[in-house]
């Protein structure tokens, strides 16, 4: 009976991350999917938060392999492209492609591709003012 009950927790646990992680605006890190998460679990652990993602990045979520100094991870979503402050250090989603992908060079086929924009966030750029 004790196996069942660990079970449902990690479920509960993961089920929490994943919606954190679903609602996001950005990619995140594990200190900000743990503080996050814990506002509806008090009794959630670090250690717990990097095992779940290991566990969901093996199924629906994905390390955002560019963003920066600290790894950041992400919900599976539609097509996007990111914005990284250099300041804070948070990434941000953008919700344009700028990129035709039919002006592929001839013979050409691309299978994915990945854009970030670097500079300084609002909010980083008020604190400087």
């Known amino acids: 009976m004790e196996s069942k009950k660990t079970v449902l927790r990690n479920t509960k646990q993961k089920g929490e991350i994943l919606k954190v992680l679903e609602m996001a605006k950005g990619p995140l890190s594990i200190k900000e999917i743990y503080e996050l998460s814990r506002k509806n679990l008090d009794n959630l652990g670090i250690a717990t938060v990097y095992r779940a993602v290991n566990h969901l990045m093996e199924r629906t979520i994905h390390e ?65 003012r």
């Open 64 to 128: 955002n392999p560019s963003s920066g100094r600290i790894s950041r991870f992400e919900a599976s979503r539609h097509h996007h492209h990111h914005f990284h402050c250099k300041q804070c250090d948070r990434v941000y989603d953008i919700e344009i492609c700028p990129i035709p992908l039919d002006k592929s060079p001839k013979g050409f086929t691309v299978d994915t591709h990945e854009i970030i924009l670097y500079g300084t966030c609002s909010d980083c750029n008020s604190k400087a």
